[in-house]
C-alpha cells in the first residue's frame, strides 16, 4: 500500500507548516491537476470518438460494397438463368414443331393398303 496523504492532509500540513500562501499554493496545484486529468480525458474522448466515426464510416462503405457486389452476383444470376430459360423454351418450341410436322406428314401419306 503507498504512503500517500490525500488532498485535504497535504493542504493542512502546508499550512500548519508554512501558511496561508503553502496551503493556497497545495490546493492551486491540485486543482490544476485535476484540470489536466479532465483535459487529458477529454481531448482522449475526442480522439476515441472521431476514430469511433472513422471506423463506422468504413465499415459503412465495406457493407455498401458488400451490398453491390451481392446485387451485381444477384443480377448475373438472373441474367443466366433467363437465358437458360430462353433456350430451354427454344428447345421445347423446337420440338413441338418437330412432332407436329411428324404428324402432318403421317396424316398426309397414309400407309398403302394391300
Not at 465495406?62 to 430462353?86: H, P, T, V, Y
Amino acid at each position: 500500500m503507498t504512503d500517500r496523504a490525500t488532498m485535504i492532509e497535504q493542504i493542512t500540513t502546508a499550512f500548519r507548516e508554512n501558511g496561508v500562501t503553502a496551503a493556497i499554493g497545495a490546493a492551486l496545484t491540485f486543482l490544476f491537476a485535476v484540470a489536466g486529468a479532465v483535459t487529458r480525458k477529454a481531448f482522449t474522448s475526442e480522439a476515441l470518438v472521431r476514430r469511433l466515426e472513422q471506423e463506422l464510416r468504413e465499415e459503412r462503405k465495406r457493407a455498401e460494397k458488400a451490398r453491390i457486389a451481392e446485387r451485381d452476383r444477384l443480377e448475373a444470376q438472373r441474367a443466366e438463368d433467363m437465358k437458360a430459360e430462353q433456350e430451354h423454351r427454344k428447345r421445347v418450341e423446337r420440338d413441338i414443331h418437330q412432332m407436329r410436322e411428324l404428324l402432318f406428314a403421317a396424316f398426309q401419306h397414309p400407309p398403302p393398303q394391300d
